[in-house]
């Protein structure tokens, strides 16, 4: 596993926010269902979330949550960074490996290395609003 069931909840709870676009609260319960993820684990993700300022906790009747900003101006890598940290990636064998550095590396360590480079500047670029796109196509294209 490259990132951690938190991470990957939170990035789904945020392409759900995004797609909400009006900026309503939404309630975990609403979010948990919607995206199959355990309600009390996802509203814990979202106080942490709301501290780190990337989403924004309405109290009251009508209260949730709502994203802190736009979507196309929350990139996926400031998520990461809430998470893990963009660096993290530099420490993961892609085998699952306790030790995977240079000299003694993996089979698949130099492949790896040339990937998570990759993936480290596609998601410094990629924004939720980007990410809720490509998920709406993908859906989009499996009703077909």
Request: aromatic letters at 8%; one cysteine or more.
């Amino acid at each position: 596993m490259i990132f951690t069931p938190s991470f990957e909840y939170a990035l789904q709870a945020l392409i759900y926010l995004a797609g909400k676009g009006n900026g309503s609260p939404v309630q975990v319960k609403d979010i948990a269902q919607a995206e199959d993820i355990p309600k009390y684990f996802l509203a814990k993700i979202l106080n942490h979330l709301d501290h780190e300022n990337l989403v924004k906790s309405v109290k009251g009747p009508g209260g949730g949550f709502k994203l802190s900003r736009p979507a196309n101006r929350i990139r996926v890598s400031e998520l990461i960074d809430v998470f893990e940290g963009l660096d993290h990636l530099d420490k993961v064998c892609i085998l699952g490996l306790d030790r995977c550095q240079e000299p003694n590396s993996c089979a698949l360590h130099k492949e790896w290395k040339q990937f998570r480079q990759l993936l480290k500047k596609r998601v410094q670029k990629l924004t939720i609003a980007d990410m809720w796109k490509i998920r709406e196509t993908k859906r989009d294209l499996n009703k077909k």
